[in-house]
Each structure stands twice: as C-alpha cells, then as structure tokens.
C-alpha cells in the first residue's frame, strides 16, 4: 500500500510541477495557442502509462489526475485565475479518464492497436473538452476559440488530435525503448514522493 501510495503522489507532483513550469511558460503570449495542448497531453499520458506500469491500477490513475487537478487549484487563490485554473483542471480530469480507458489496449497490445489506441485517447480527450466547453457557453455566454467555427472546431479534434497522438505515440515509444535498453527500474520512495509534492505546490503558488 506504502507503494502504491507513494507512486501516486510522486507522479501526481510530477504532472503538477509539470503544469506550473512548462505549462506556464506554454501560456506566454509568444507561444501559439494550439501549442500547449499538442504538447502536455502527450506528456499527461506517458506519466500515467508508466505509473500504470507500476501500481496495474487504474483507480491509481485516477488518484494520480486527482493530485494534479488539486495542486492546480491552488492558483485560485487569485479570483483574477479562476477560468484559467478551472478549465486546465476539468482538462487533467478529461485527459486522465480518458486514459483510463485506454491503457490496458496501449500496454497489452502490438504497435499497431497501441497507435490506434493513442490516437483515439487523443481525439476522445479534445472530443470531451469541447462537450465542456459547450456547456461552459451555455452557462456563461462565453465562446472557445475552438467553438467559434467548424473549422476551428475539426482543427482542433482531429488534425491537432492527430497531430498530438503522434506525438504521444513517439514520446511513448523513445520512452519504453529506453527502458528495455538500459533495464533500469528506480523505485519510488515515499520520502522522494513527497518532496516532490512540496514542491509542485511551491512552484503552482509562486509562478
């Protein structure tokens, strides 16, 4: 139990510190828009596949996703951030049910199924977030980018969903080469775990 424990909160902080740091700096008005999502759910999805791997627990995902929309709310300290913490919270949600569903496909079977199912997961998440935000102008009047035309719209599910399962396709790939060729396996302390979670709340607080 210790361990399991202990991976869920050292890959919980890790996605957090994550979403403080690069998503941070994925925000800036220099980066374009479409970028940050390219980008972290490939990243959202490699943590939890390799805590999958750890823990063969989906409720320890869940539990994973939990942590990260948790040390994400911390920036509603400010009132000013409230959409901007709200909406990256339901994302990590969405992205971690999402791979929930889908994790047993890309860990157990060939490459081929594994693209599909990647693929998929990367489409259904971006599907999903639309269905959120859909609701959200219903609610508030407010409309997405990605709602603003069904241009918009079908770039934003399915070429960048594609563009963006490639991606995670390929991190995956890098990843799990690596592992089988150094046959490395390094444990997760709890003490490390929750140093880590000291500082994603750090740095979610301060950045």
Same mark, same amino acid.
């Given at each position: 139990?210790?361990?399991? !424990?202990?991976?869920?909160?050292?890959?919980?902080?890790?996605?957090?510190?994550?979403?403080?740091?690069?998503?941070?700096?994925?925000?800036?008005?220099?980066?374009?828009?479409? =970028?940050?999502?390219?980008?972290?759910?490939?990243?959202?999805?490699?943590?939890?596949?390799? #805590?999958?791997?750890?823990?063969?627990?989906?409720?320890?995902?869940?539990?994973?996703?939990?942590?990260?929309?948790?040390?994400?709310?911390?920036?509603? !300290?400010?009132? +000013?951030?409230?959409?901007?913490?709200?909406?990256? +919270?339901?994302?990590? +949600?969405?992205?971690?049910?999402?791979?929930?569903?889908?994790?047993?496909?890309?860990?157990?079977?060939?490459?081929?199924?594994? #693209?599909?199912?990647?693929?998929?997961?990367?489409?259904?998440?971006?599907?999903?977030?639309?269905?959120?935000?859909?609701?959200?102008?219903?609610?508030?009047?407010?409309?997405?980018?990605?709602?603003?035309?069904?241009?918009?719209?079908?770039?934003?599910?399915?070429?960048?969903?594609?563009?963006?399962?490639?991606?995670?396709?390929?991190?995956?790939?890098?990843?799990?080469?690596?592992?089988?060729?150094?046959?490395?396996?390094?444990?997760?302390?709890?003490?490390?775990?929750?140093?880590?979670? =000291?500082?994603?709340? =750090?740095?979610?607080?301060?950045?």
């Amino acid at each position: 139990m210790k361990k399991m !424990i202990s991976v869920v909160l050292f890959y919980g902080a890790l996605w957090g510190i994550l979403e403080a740091t690069l998503g941070y700096v994925l925000q800036f008005p220099f980066v374009p828009f479409f =970028v940050s999502g390219l980008v972290m759910f490939p990243i959202a999805m490699v943590l939890l596949i390799s #805590a999958y791997l750890k823990t063969g627990s989906k409720q320890s995902l869940v539990a994973i996703g939990v942590i990260a929309a948790s040390i994400k709310a911390l920036n509603l !300290i400010s009132p +000013m951030h409230y959409w901007r913490t709200v909406n990256p +919270m339901v994302s990590i +949600m969405i992205e971690t049910l999402v791979v929930v569903g889908f994790v047993t496909i890309i860990v157990n079977k060939p490459w081929k199924q594994k #693209a599909m199912a990647v693929t998929a997961a990367s489409i259904s998440w971006r599907l999903l977030y639309m269905g959120y935000m859909g609701g959200q102008f219903v609610t508030t009047g407010f409309v997405h980018n990605h709602l603003s035309s069904s241009l918009a719209f079908v770039e934003f599910v399915l070429l960048q969903g594609i563009l963006s399962g490639g991606i995670a396709l390929a991190l995956y790939y890098i990843i799990d080469f690596l592992k089988v060729r150094m046959h490395t396996f390094i444990p997760i302390q709890f003490t490390t775990a929750s140093a880590m979670l =000291v500082l994603a709340v =750090v740095l979610t607080i301060y950045l």
